[in-house]
């Protein structure tokens, strides 16, 4: 999931939040958040809902379903 990788960090560093400090405020392990945006991983639907409702964007973004 290229698109879900290149967003989820493109949003957080916009947010200027470390791998660490994401997985802090969504309650997430940094590990997750580290193979998700290394693409060794993939979120599953409860994730994408926390990340999309925190980063104030829709799933189908997060999922490069949408611009």
């Given at each position: 999931?290229?698109?879900?990788a ?17 997985a ?44």
């Open positions: 999931m290229k698109i879900f290149e967003r989820l960090k493109e949003l957080r560093v916009e947010k200027d939040l470390s791998q660490r400090g994401l802090q405020l969504l309650n997430l392990s940094y590990s997750a958040i580290k193979q998700w945006e290394s693409e060794t991983r993939t979120p599953n639907a409860e994730a994408i809902v926390v990340i999309a409702k925190f980063f104030d964007v829709s799933a189908d973004y997060l999922l490069g379903l949408s611009d």
